[in-house]
């Protein structure tokens, strides 16, 4: 089956120098020939590539957009270089808005970005802060894709020794962002955006019907519409493919909603194709989540044609 994994992390060697120490455990090591031996082993057609925690607005000496810049022109590298193999979702420099509109601007008219990565939250403002509407305003114009991946809030890294924050607090930030989008009327505001959540939304399955209650009572929205919004928005399986974790997003939202995605090089594609093959989907279902839903959402990935980008940095 040609699968296509919308959860798989690169480390451009300027991402790597510009963050001095703050990249390791395996994308250290990390290459486009072990990205692509993973993707062979478990019949991966294409990978969505994004680069991961902590983005680019950390960077040294505030120059992120340049970190950005040179992230996504070698992202537009591996999709020219292997047809059919890769596609990018393309970093963006937040929390500065300027740089992010010109940098999204580049990404998609010169550089062909499938959509835009997106971190759960910038310091200590979550995506539906009134001070990413410029930047929302732009991604809802073009109709765009947003992929979010968490990180950790500087207000709650660390918080339990001996536990890396990816581990709990990730999920959990994930699901700050969903709330705060939700509770920020950003699905109304900005309805052209396609959101895709990593780690199936985090803890969102177990705090789904607390949060319908929350937001009817304290904040005026419609329980049945913000239903209709969670069950309109995308999740990937990256390391919730498990039996247990499979069971409460299954029942949160529909498997038309579902992407498959491996956190690659944290999990391996194999990894994968066992666990969503003993989840109890039909093969339909299965085929939906592996290939099919992504290319409802992105019908470029995989397409072989896809032309070199004029880069001009």
Not at 157 to 185: H, M, W
Request: negative net charge.
């Amino acid at each position: 089956m040609a699968r296509i994994d919308v959860h798989h992390h690169i480390a451009p060697p300027s991402w790597v120098a510009a963050l001095h120490r703050r990249v390791a455990g395996p994308l250290l090591g990390w290459s486009v020939e072990r990205s692509l031996r993973d993707m062979d082993r478990a019949g991966v057609k294409t990978a969505i590539v994004s680069i991961t925690t902590p983005g680019v607005g950390a960077s040294a000496d505030g120059l992120g957009g340049h970190v950005a810049r040179a992230c996504n022109e070698y992202a537009a590298s591996l999709v020219a270089d292997f047809p059919g193999r890769f596609g990018f979702f393309a970093a963006v420099p937040l929390p500065d808005i300027d740089d992010s509109l010109a940098e999204i601007e580049y990404a998609f008219e010169h550089l062909g970005a499938d959509g835009v990565c997106l971190f759960t939250s910038y310091d200590t403002q979550w995506l539906g802060h009134a001070a990413f509407d410029p930047v929302l305003a732009e991604l809802d114009r073009r109709a765009a894709v947003v992929y979010t991946h968490p990180t950790a809030s500087p207000s709650c890294r660390s918080v339990l020794p001996g536990i890396k924050d990816a581990i709990i607090e990730y999920g959990a930030d994930t699901t700050r962002a969903i709330a705060n989008l939700i509770i920020s009327r950003i699905p109304d505001r900005f309805p052209n955006v396609a959101w895709i959540f990593s780690h199936g939304g985090g803890v969102l399955p177990m705090v789904h019907e607390r949060l319908l209650r929350v937001v009817e009572s304290e904040h005026g929205l419609s329980r049945r519409s913000t239903e209709a919004q969670l069950k309109q928005f995308f999740y990937d399986i990256a390391q919730v493919a498990n039996p247990i974790a499979m069971s409460a997003l299954s029942r949160m939202t529909q498997p038309s909603q579902l992407l498959w995605g491996t956190d690659f090089p944290y999990r391996s594609a194999e990894e994968y194709v066992h666990q969503l093959s003993d989840a109890g989907f039909s093969s339909s279902d299965q085929r939906l989540i592996e290939t099919k839903n992504a290319l409802r959402l992105l019908p470029h990935s995989g397409d072989p044609s896809r032309r070199r980008p004029a880069l001009c940095s």
